[in-house]
C-alpha cells in the first residue's frame, strides 16, 4: 500500500478544514501559532516512514502527553492505579468540577484533566525528578533525543490555570493528592508543554502499536494486557467528549491535544500523528480528525 501518496492525497483533501476551527487562545503561549500549519507522519513497526506538510515543525501537545504520563504511573502501580482513578469515559467537560464532587475526588479516567494531575502526584511520589524521567522516557519511545518543554508554554498554563488548581486543590481535599498541589502542577504544566514533531509523535507511539515493547530498543514499557487496557481507554476516552465519534468515524485508539494534535494507532501495523492548530468546539483539531477519518477509510485499516 502507497501510504505516502495516500498522505498526499489525504494533506491536499484536508487542508482547507483548518478554516472551520480556531487556535486555542485561552492559553496565551499558543494564541499566536499560525493556523495553516499541518503535518501528518506515519510510522510503521516495519521502520518505514512517511510524512507530508509541516511535519518536523515542533509544536505543543498538551494533553497528548497524558498517554506518557500513564504510561509510566501504570508501569510502576499495576492495576491499583485504579483505587485512584476509574476507567469511563466522562460525558463532560475535559475541564469539569462536577462529576469530581458527584464522585469522591475520583477522576472518571487518566485524560481528563483531573486524571492526569493525580497520574502526576503518583509520578512526584515515585521520582525525585519526575520532568526529567518523563523527558528521557518520551525521547527513549521516539528513539529521538531532541524533544523538550517549552518554557514559555509551561509559565502561560500556570499563569492561567486556575481551572487546573481548583481540580488539584478539590481532590486533595478528598485525600486524592499526596504532594504539595503547587509541585503536582508543576510537573502537569510541564507535561503539557512539551513539544514535538509529527515524526516524533508517531514513533513515541509504536510500542502501544507493538503490544507494549518499544521497538526501537526492545524494551518493554507495558505488558500485553496493559497496553491492551490503555488503547481500550484511548478508544472510549482519548478525544474528550467526541471520543465515541472518533471511534465511530475513525476507528483507532487516539488521543488529541488543544494544540491542535492527534495521535493513534493500529496494533501490530502502525501509528499515526496529525497537526493542525485550529480546533472545534470539543477541542479537537478539525483538519487532523477529518484526516484520521480519511486514512482508515482509504486504507481499509482500522482496529474494526
Known amino acids: 500500500?502507497?501510504?505516502?501518496?495516500?498522505?498526499?492525497?489525504?494533506?491536499?483533501?484536508?487542508?482547507?478544514?483548518?478554516?472551520?476551527?480556531?487556535?486555542?487562545?485561552?492559553?496565551?503561549a499558543l494564541a499566536n501559532v499560525p493556523p495553516e500549519l499541518y503535518g501528518i507522519s506515519i510510522a510503521c513497526l516495519d521502520k518505514k516512514c512517511f510524512s507530508v506538510g509541516d511535519h518536523a515543525v515542533p509544536f505543543s501537545i498538551q494533553s497528548i502527553s497524558k498517554v506518557f504520563t500513564f504510561t509510566l504511573a501504570y508501569s510502576i502501580l499495576g492495576d491499583k492505579i485504579w483505587e485512584r482513578i476509574d476507567r469511563e469515559p466522562s460525558g463532560n467537560a475535559f475541564n469539569s468540577l462536577v462529576q469530581l464532587e458527584h464522585e469522591n475526588g475520583i477522576p472518571r479516567n487518566p485524560f481528563i484533566n483531573a486524571g492526569a494531575i493525580v497520574v502526576a502526584d503518583i509520578l512526584l511520589s515515585h521520582f525525585d525528578d519526575p520532568a526529567k524521567v518523563l523527558l528521557d522516557f518520551v525521547r527513549e519511545q521516539a528513539d529521538d533525543n531532541n524533544i523538550f518543554y517549552d518554557a514559555e508554554v509551561a509559565r502561560s498554563e500556570k499563569e492561567t490555570g486556575h481551572r487546573n488548581y481548583a481540580l488539584a486543590?478539590?481532590?486533595?481535599?478528598?485525600?486524592?493528592?499526596?504532594?504539595?498541589?503547587?509541585?503536582?502542577?508543576?510537573?502537569?504544566?510541564?507535561?503539557?508543554?512539551?513539544?514535538?514533531?509529527?515524526?516524533?509523535?508517531?514513533?513515541?507511539?509504536?510500542?502501544?502499536?507493538?503490544?507494549?515493547?518499544?521497538?526501537?530498543?526492545?524494551?518493554?514499557?507495558?505488558?500485553?494486557?496493559?497496553?491492551?487496557?490503555?488503547?481500550?481507554?484511548?478508544?472510549?476516552?482519548?478525544?474528550?467528549?467526541?471520543?465515541?465519534?472518533?471511534?465511530?468515524?475513525?476507528?483507532?485508539?487516539?488521543?488529541?491535544?488543544?494544540?491542535?494534535?492527534?495521535?493513534?494507532?493500529?496494533?501490530?501495523?502502525?501509528?499515526?500523528?496529525?497537526?493542525?492548530?485550529?480546533?472545534?468546539?470539543?477541542?479537537?483539531?478539525?483538519?487532523?480528525?477529518?484526516?484520521?477519518?480519511?486514512?482508515?477509510?482509504?486504507?481499509?485499516?482500522?482496529?474494526?
Request: hydrophobic fraction near 40%; proline fraction near 4%; glycine fraction near 10%.
Open 169 to 304: 486543590h478539590f481532590m486533595k481535599s478528598f485525600g486524592n493528592i499526596h504532594n504539595p498541589v503547587e509541585n503536582v502542577l508543576d510537573l502537569y504544566f510541564h507535561q503539557c508543554s512539551m513539544v514535538m514533531t509529527t515524526d516524533q509523535l508517531a514513533c513515541s507511539m509504536l510500542f502501544l502499536a507493538n503490544h507494549g515493547t518499544n521497538p526501537h530498543n526492545g524494551n518493554k514499557v507495558l505488558n500485553i494486557s496493559q497496553s491492551k487496557r490503555l488503547k481500550a481507554l484511548l478508544l472510549t476516552s482519548g478525544m474528550y467528549n467526541e471520543s465515541g465519534d472518533f471511534a465511530f468515524r475513525v476507528g483507532m485508539s487516539g488521543k488529541s491535544g488543544v494544540g491542535g494534535g492527534i495521535v493513534a494507532v493500529i496494533p501490530q501495523l502502525l501509528s499515526m500523528a496529525v497537526w493542525s492548530p485550529p480546533l472545534n468546539e470539543r477541542g479537537n483539531s478539525v483538519a487532523g480528525f477529518e484526516a484520521m477519518e480519511l486514512f482508515t477509510t482509504y486504507t481499509g485499516k482500522s482496529v474494526f
Open 1 to 28: 500500500m502507497n501510504y505516502q501518496e495516500i498522505l498526499h492525497r489525504i494533506y491536499h483533501e484536508t487542508k482547507h478544514f483548518a478554516n472551520h476551527g480556531k487556535v486555542a487562545s485561552y492559553i496565551p
